[in-house]
């Protein structure tokens, strides 16, 4: 009897044991996540795909991808420090950080900072082919998808719209839905037109596109000029002629950086991991989706909204890109 009770004992303290080194190890793990925008378009692939390298080239690190409604959402979420990184509009970035233009009735974020700019996210001007729109002028009285509530697009709209001298009040009906419901709604004829800020191709427009007959509506070279010098974060660019059905020739339009953004303190030494590993393993996204080829270094600093997280600007002066 005597016997076996020291049996249990050294196999309850072995079992202990390893539960305590199973406990350590686990608690060794860090869990992080990304914040990045609906399904329908460029950031939640992206974000994914990113989410899984950081997970697999960086010891002891999960990341997750969040859907959601992007970048005044995601802006918001980093205030509130609800989220550890998250993808983000240059332009609202720079709002965000100097309470100004659509953030002017917030204090400024100035604990907001960047790790690097993605790709260029261009604005897409989508209309019935059949509804008379030809351009943006022609939306009065229409009824327009502006983008989900606290997003990007909703900005981007507001500031379109204002340099035509509307507002959302001059539209027949502003829907406020994000990617996918907009192209079920023009599908179902139940909007007329709608704008959508994001890296072409979008799988929103190409699923809109192979069930209706659409218009790529151009921005002119006025109006663009008017939203440019009132928020310098737009940039001019088009959207390539074949990129989507039925699209025969390029189509100018505005453009702004995406950008990967953090919070001021956090870990430097895991923001230089996450920045390291983005940079070493930036052929993942090109897997992904079209725009990760436009993911490059010689981009990585391009439309900074926003101070650099000291562990990203350690990767940079490492490497030679910023002194």
Not at 4 to 27: N, Q
Not at 297 to 306: H, N, R, S, Y
């Amino acid at each position: 009897m005597l016997k076996s009770k020291s049996i249990l004992i050294v196999l309850l303290t072995i079992a202990l044991a390893l539960g305590m080194f199973s406990f350590g190890f686990t608690a060794q793990k860090q869990f992080i996540a990304i914040a990045t925008g609906g399904t329908g378009g460029t950031y939640y692939p992206l974000g994914g795909a990113l989410a899984q390298m950081l997970s697999n080239y960086i010891p002891d690190l999960i990341v997750t991808a969040q859907t959601g409604n992007a970048s005044i959402a995601n802006v918001n979420l980093l205030m509130r420090k609800q989220i550890e990184t998250a993808f983000c509009q240059s332009n609202v970035a720079y709002w965000a950080y100097t309470a100004t233009v659509l953030m002017k009735d917030k204090e400024p974020f100035k604990d907001l900072r960047g790790i690097a700019c993605l790709y260029p996210e261009t604005i897409h001007v989508i209309a019935q082919a059949g509804s008379g729109i030809n351009s943006i002028d022609d939306f009065r009285g229409k009824k327009v998808s502006v983008g989900a509530p606290n997003s990007g697009i909703v900005a981007d709209v507001q500031i379109i719209l204002e340099a035509h001298g509307m507002s959302f009040d001059d539209l027949g009906k502003a829907d406020y839905l994000s990617m996918a419901e907009t192209a079920q709604k023009f599908i179902d004829y139940q909007i007329d037109a709608y704008m959508m800020t994001t890296g072409y191709p979008s799988s929103s427009v190409i699923n809109a596109a192979t069930k209706r007959d659409i218009k790529l509506i151009p921005i002119s070279d006025e109006m663009m000029n008017k939203v440019m010098k009132k928020s310098p974060y737009y940039s001019k660019t088009v959207i390539p002629a074949g990129i989507y059905k039925g699209m025969e020739e390029d189509v100018p339009t505005l453009a702004t950086p995406c950008w990967w953004l953090c919070y001021k303190d956090m870990d430097p030494d895991l923001v230089y991991e996450m920045t390291k590993a983005l940079w070493e393993h930036r052929d993942v996204l090109e897997k992904v989706h079209a725009q990760g080829k436009n993911v490059t270094l010689e981009t990585a600093l391009d439309g900074q909204p926003v101070p650099l997280h000291p562990g990203a600007e350690r990767y940079y002066k490492e490497i030679g890109l910023i002194k």
